[in-house]
């Protein structure tokens, strides 16, 4: 990444940085090598840098971008709706052993941490031992993973320019499961549990703001074009609205990249609304995977003659 | 927006006797804006349109809006009124209190008290209302007609006679259609070809008509006046221009084992056809699912005897573009298909048969030269049954619910030829009930009961048994006598339904033009404008539209051509102000909205844009507003709400929705 910066053929890196805690490193752009510095790459890497690569578009230069693969679905998904400029992009695809969830990791039971160990990517990435003030804990590796990566997409990256580090196999449940789930529960029983979750929310907007299907320049609930801004906390039924009409702003576009759960500082399974939809899709127009390429037709707004009327199923 | 008037239609007692309109009028000047409400029997009356005038001329109204009937009915007639007194006519809204809520209401005071949210709910839209102004559009001096029967040769006919160009598309090798297939006419008798092949000829040697069949639609867009349509000449494998037609190829084809098509499968034909001897134009096909040379590149014997050297295997389909001002849907139907009405044994014996098959074994070009005999063994029948309603008027999950409309008379007109030509054959034909409406209609089913001996059973049959000895024993009731009867046939008839055929859905969805649950497609207004279609520019002709005869067909294809020609004659149309348009500023160029768009109104531009200060090259949606048809697709699309509707911008909805909600 340094000869690259050095040479001229990339004007900035984007990848993440150290953070103050062993576990939050942030996503960050280095502009010269001393800066580089301070990239760190390990599994608490889970930030999705797809959606930087707008901003990064309209800059001067190429920018090295650091994907994983299921990083490159979104990019893709932003080059089809020319959302971001490829020939701006010096894509390296890096492995992904599964990444870390530190909401995971406390509710082993693990308080006061000082230090950790064992996420580091050339690893094995089987055990972490965390150093506390209480002295050092074992978390298995796997345990600490992001819901996400339990179902995840698999370790190919649908876009890059060079490939770096190796990945590992993660997938060990059913992606649909836990939407199958809430299908199975009375109209009671839904309304009951999304009622629950929902009300955590604080509409602090860090779903929406780290979403890379919602790169809206102009967001409807920020618009004053609208009268849904900011309506969206003003009672108990909007407050729901407001993740119903993001689910379905992204509907048909969400690569299921997970991000929207991981950030929520309240904890809600955000990802259902959008795996429903995707579920949904599947059922009814065939097989679909967001940013899987961009010469696929999207099924919500792309017609066929063999699309399935209202009520039918396939 | 201040300086809104609203009137309270009472639509003589339609809407007054199930609406207080007063109370409507006193609610809404309550409404914030409104500075003038009145009420009158007939707003749409000279007298009510100059009480609109006055009001508006005199009180300086902004907009106003119209409680009476559906928009469909009178809106353009209150824009011209509001147009005529100075107010720009996109300025009027209309509440329909009569179809919305005085007709579907028994009860004053619900009745009233939707009537004022629905007048409220329009207040709260012509508030955000802007003044709009129609753009022009040509007219292309050109119609397609879709479909070559009975339907679309008239329809073409007609409006080639008004010195228009005509294109017909049929799918067939020939022009004709059903009507080609019939041996004789109700209630005159008079032989199907001998009144239809002339009108073949005519359109065939018209100057102003171009045929294209064996040809399907394959793309439209475009708007009325103005279409662009693919269509796919199929590959006919034979030169157009050389062949002579004399019919040697398809004598001496060695692979005769395809059914024939018009002869509605009951025997067979070569695989270089032409459907029948009359076909137009007279130039075979070859049908390449048949064909030996074609499936395996051995054979060549029609390009051996081929003296004009008109056989062409290299042929490909042709996709040929052409524009149209006007679009008639002439698409037909087919007798359903009897897989669901196995009581009738159709499957199991050769002699149950449908009405179009007797047609052909009556006719004489048919598969028996016009003997009537048992598919099964050739043998004259002695008693024959005939079926009616089957599938008609029927259980939706085993059939049709509607009347086919055309199968009593073809049934007392079959009965009564058996009857004259073999007068030893005894004819029962049982029925639900005998419907005649049509001129000289009765008449002819009489003189088949009554002059013609054939017997009427009112009654249902629930089953037909192939016996062993070949005969057919059919269980029916008597219901005017309340007993169970077995005959036992020797063939039976079945009048099965008629359903538009297949290919109509593809093109009514190519066209948006809308169709009922059966497949039938919509009229605009089923009395007022019956031969039009909802979607401007797109007409009907035909079975298309609904179950009807050859009289009615010819009449309906007259009807359309007429509004062809009305549309034609026109230079320029006036363009729906209510189109799409882009909020620069907010869209991000992602192409969903052009995707959606039907109409290919959309298409995107990098254009340089001052978003407050930042100046930046975006790519970003443009609107054709020519193209722009308002269907609203883009705006529920656009993730960001870039996209909004003129005339029913997102504001306005939500203020509607609003102002009922509140």
Request: hydrophobic share 35%.
């Amino acid at each position: 990444m340094k000869e690259l910066l050095q040479d001229g053929t990339v004007n900035r890196v984007l990848g993440w940085k150290k953070g103050d805690l062993p576990y939050n490193p942030e996503p960050a752009f280095f502009k010269s090598a001393e800066e580089l510095d301070e990239f760190i790459y390990d599994g608490f890497c889970g930030a999705n840098l797809s959606k930087y690569m707008i901003a990064a578009s309209a800059l001067e230069g190429k920018t090295l971008v650091l994907l994983k693969p299921c990083d490159s679905y979104s990019f893709v998904q932003l080059m089809k709706e020319h959302r971001v400029d490829r020939e701006k992009a010096y894509i390296i695809g890096v492995g992904c052993k599964g990444k870390l969830d530190i909401e995971r990791i406390k509710a082993e039971g693990v308080k006061g941490i000082e230090s950790i160990s064992g996420a580091e990517i050339d690893g094995d990435c089987s055990t972490l031992k965390i150093g506390t003030i209480y002295g050092e804990k074992e978390v298995a590796y796997k345990d600490a993973m992001l819901e996400r990566c339990h179902v995840c997409k698999g370790k190919e990256h649908r876009i890059y320019d060079e490939l770096m580090l190796e990945s590992a196999d993660t997938l060990d449940s059913g992606r649909f499961e836990a939407v199958e789930a809430i299908e199975n529960m009375t109209p009671e029983q839904k309304f009951a549990f999304f009622k629950n979750e929902l009300s955590k929310c604080i509409r602090c907007n860090a779903c929406r703001n780290v979403c890379p299907a919602c790169s809206c320049r102009k967001c409807v609930f920020d618009s004053t074009k609208f009268d849904s801004a900011q309506k969206a906390n003003v009672d108990e039924f909007e407050e729901k609205m407001f993740h119903i009409i993001r689910a379905f702003h992204v509907a048909g576009r969400c690569t299921d990249c997970g991000e929207c759960s991981r950030v929520c500082p309240q904890g809600i399974p955000l990802h259902l609304f959008n795996r429903k939809f995707i579920k949904d899709i599947n059922e009814y127009y065939g097989e679909y995977q967001a940013g899987n390429n961009v010469e696929d037709e999207t099924p919500l707004t792309d017609f066929t003659f063999d699309d399935l009327e209202p009520g039918e199923r396939r | 927006m201040h300086g809104i008037g609203v009137f309270v239609c009472h639509c003589g007692s339609n809407i007054a006797a199930t609406v207080d309109v007063k109370k409507v009028v006193e609610m809404a000047r309550l409404e914030p804006g409104v500075v003038h409400a009145e009420e009158y029997q007939y707003m749409c009356s000279e007298a009510g349109q100059e009480r609109i005038a006055t009001a508006i001329r005199e009180k300086n109204l902004k907009g106003i809006v119209v409680c009476s009937c559906s928009p469909r009915m009178h809106e353009a007639t209150f824009r011209k009124c509001a147009e005529k007194a100075g107010l720009n006519p996109y300025m009027v809204e209309i509440a329909n209190l009569r179809e919305q809520c005085s007709w579907i209401h028994k009860d004053i005071e619900e009745g009233t008290e939707k009537a004022v949210i629905l007048a409220r709910a329009a207040i709260a839209k012509v508030s955000l209302n802007t003044s709009l102004l129609p753009g022009e559009s040509r007219v292309t001096k050109r119609a397609l007609v879709i479909g070559g029967g009975i339907a679309g040769i008239q329809t073409a006919l007609d409006i080639a006679d008004a010195g228009y160009e005509v294109d017909i598309v049929e799918k067939t090798p020939s022009i004709g259609g059903k009507m080609a297939q019939l041996d004789k006419t109700f209630p005159t008798l008079d032989c199907s070809a001998c009144i239809l092949t002339p009108k073949m000829v005519d359109a065939a040697a018209h100057e102003r008509i171009n045929l294209y069949t064996y040809s399907e639609i394959e793309k439209v867009s475009g708007f009325v006046g103005d279409f662009t349509v693919d269509i796919r000449k199929k590959a006919r494998y034979v030169n157009m221009d050389k062949c002579t037609g004399c019919g040697v190829c398809m004598e001496k084809c060695p692979s005769k084992k395809a059914l024939s098509e018009f002869n509605s499968g009951l025997n067979n034909r070569p695989a270089i056809y032409t459907p029948f001897a009359q076909a137009i134009p007279n130039v075979p096909v070859i049908d390449p699912t048949q064909c030996t040379k074609l499936k395996t590149g051995k054979c060549g014997i029609c390009e051996r005897f081929c003296q004009a050297g008109a056989i062409d295997y290299t042929q490909k389909d042709e996709i040929v573009t052409r524009k149209y001002g006007a679009i008639v849907v002439a698409t037909g139907f087919e007798i359903i298909k009897l897989d669901n009405l196995e009581e009738y044994a159709y499957s199991q014996s050769k002699d149950v048969i449908t009405s179009l098959e007797l047609e052909r074994i009556m006719n004489a070009a048919g598969p028996t030269k016009g003997h009537l005999e048992r598919l099964s063994d050739g043998k004259a029948p002695k008693n024959i049954v005939f079926v009616q309603c089957v599938g008609s008027r029927c259980d939706e999950s085993k059939g049709k619910p509607y009347c086919s409309k055309i199968c009593c008379m073809y049934t007392a007109k079959h009965a009564m030829l058996i009857r004259d030509k073999y007068p030893d054959v005894n004819v029962t034909v049982f029925y639900i009930d005998v419907r005649t409406p049509g001129k000289n209609f009765d008449e002819f089913y009489r003189r088949a009961v009554e002059e013609y001996g054939v017997n009427y059973v009112k009654g249902q049959v629930g089953k037909v048994a192939p016996q062993p000895d070949g005969s057919l024993l059919v269980h029916g009731v008597d219901l005017l006598d309340g007993k169970q009867l077995k005959i036992s046939a020797d063939m039976v008839v079945l009048a099965a339904a008629v359903e538009p055929s297949p290919s109509v859905r593809k093109i009514a969805t190519m066209l948006t033009a809308s169709i009922d649950t059966n497949n039938f497609l919509t009229e605009a207004h089923p009395k007022l404008r019956p031969v039009e279609s909802p979607t401007a520019g797109v007409f009907l002709s035909g079975i298309c539209q609904g179950p009807k005869d050859i009289p009615e067909t010819v009449s309906q294809a007259g009807a359309a051509a007429v509004k062809v020609v009305g549309l034609l004659a026109k230079d320029k149309l006036l363009t729906n102000p209510c189109t799409a348009k882009p909020d620069e500023l907010m869209c991000n160029g992602c192409g969903s909205c052009a995707n959606v768009c039907p109409y290919g109104a959309i298409s995107y531009e990098v254009k340089e844009i001052n978003d407050h200060g930042i100046r930046e090259n975006r790519r970003v949606a443009v609107v054709n507003s020519a193209l722009c048809q308002g269907c609203g697709a883009c705006t529920v699309t656009c993730p960001s709400g870039t996209m909004d509707l003129q005339g029913f911008s997102n504001r306005q909805i939500l203020a509607e929705v609003d102002a009922i909600c509140r």
